[in-house]
Nanobody
């Protein structure tokens, strides 16, 4: 059974940093397409960053240069390092995984989700 267990997050002031972790189990981690989404109240869930099985990475334009996605295959863990945080980054963040390739930015194609973790940035 595939499980994604998130940790990290919390509350910081503008300009602060946080790191999210997503520990995966129950599947061959290295071959999965993985990433992070976020959702603020009253908005659509949006893709933040992705990393494929070959290590190719994409970022949303709103976080490029501030966020870094990475994965540790030995630990079966996905990370999202968030620097220079802004109030508009406030949202619930979700780890995501899909076997067999990209979800093309569409959250409804994601196969598995983490439980979500709140990130709050105050000015």
């Amino acid at each position: 059974q595939v499980q994604l267990v998130q940790s990290g997050g919390g509350s910081v002031h503008t300009g602060g940093s946080l790191r999210l972790s997503c520990a995966a189990s129950g599947y061959t981690y290295s071959r999965y397409y993985m990433g992070w989404f976020r959702q603020a109240p009253g908005t659509e869930r949006e893709e933040v960053a992705t990393i494929d099985s070959d290590g190719r990475i994409t970022y949303a334009s709103s976080v490029k240069g501030r966020f870094t996605i990475s994965k540790d295959i030995a630990k079966n863990t996905l990370y999202l390092q968030m620097n220079s945080l802004k109030p508009e980054d406030t949202a619930m963040y979700y780890c995501a995984a899909r076997d067999g390739g990209s979800w093309y930015g569409r959250w409804e194609l994601v196969g598995f989700w983490g439980q979500g973790t709140q990130v709050t940035v105050s000015s």
